[in-house]
């Protein structure tokens, strides 16, 4: 294996390195997260239908309750995006990064 195809692998290997390092257990968090979010929802849900259909309380503030849980949904998500768009960020900074170390490398050897 040549200097150029050891380099290339370097970067490959280096590069999933800082792959797994930046979103290693995001994803897993995320899920965690809205899987939460989909339970207390559901058990809020229930909670309202029970009054609405007992009386103790009227459609109106149901919607109400809806509508500030579609607020509570939008602003998981939005913060979810947010954290993976940093993540995607700092990835990028550290491939270019390796980049030029490596091909920097491989110019010295030359």
Not at 53 to 69: D, H, M, N, Q, S
């Amino acid at each position: 294996m040549g200097e150029i195809e050891i380099t290339l692998q370097n970067i490959k290997d280096e590069s999933l390195t800082a792959l797994k390092e930046t979103f290693g257990d995001s994803y897993e968090d995320s899920k965690q997260e809205i899987e939460e979010l989909l339970k207390e929802s559901e058990e809020k849900a229930k909670e309202w239908a029970a009054d609405l259909i007992t009386g103790a309380t009227r459609i109106e503030a149901v919607k109400y309750f809806l509508k500030t849980e579609k607020s509570l949904y939008e602003n998981t998500l939005l913060k979810l995006a947010g954290i993976q768009q940093i993540n995607a960020s700092n990835l990028k900074d550290q491939l270019i990064q390796i980049l030029i170390d490596k091909l920097g490398e491989l110019a010295n050897k030359q």
